[in-house]
């Protein structure tokens, strides 16, 4: 009887073992590719995770400006109405009680600085 020859059952380590019809023949090279790949939606995640919190103290510092902003409008609103009353009071008493001329020396104080504050604005527009 003719004994079949039996193949040795070592394994052959030099070729990695092919799949049929991938585009990656090795198991190791498809593990690195997507580890890249986590890597980099990992890096994208964590910089979206950055702009949202950027965003955030961002918007929480401009609604505390704008906030302060308000506050200090409302105050400077009651500083310039009560300067506008104690130059009237000054304006009363130097004319003598007449209030016509303390109300006309008055607006012209107005009128004064606002004609002041445009020469100024329209100045640094034209630099």
């Known amino acids: 009887m003719a004994r ?5 059952q ?3 380590t030099e070729t990695p073992p092919k799949e049929a019809g991938g585009f990656f023949e090795n198991f190791e ?3 690195h590719l997507l580890s890249l790949i986590d890597s980099f939606l ?3 995640e964590t910089l979206l995770l950055y702009l ?3 965003a955030q103290e961002k918007a929480k ?3 505390q400006a704008y906030i302060f902003l308000k506050i200090s409008l409302y105050f400077l609103g009651i500083g310039v109405l009560l300067f506008l009353a104690a130059l009237f009071l000054f304006f009363l008493k130097t004319f003598g009680g007449d ?3 303390a109300s006309l020396g008055t607006g012209g104080v107005c009128i004064g600085f ?3 504050s445009l020469g100024i604005a329209a100045s640094r527009f034209k630099k």
């Open 10 to 12: 070592t394994a052959d």
């Open 114 to 116: 606002s004609f002041l």
């Open 52 to 54: 949202r919190k950027s």
């Open 61 to 63: 510092r401009g609604l």
């Open 29 to 31: 090279l498809r593990n």
């Open 4 to 8: 079949k020859r039996e193949k040795p």
């Open 42 to 44: 990992e890096y994208i």
């Open 99 to 101: 209030f016509l001329l």
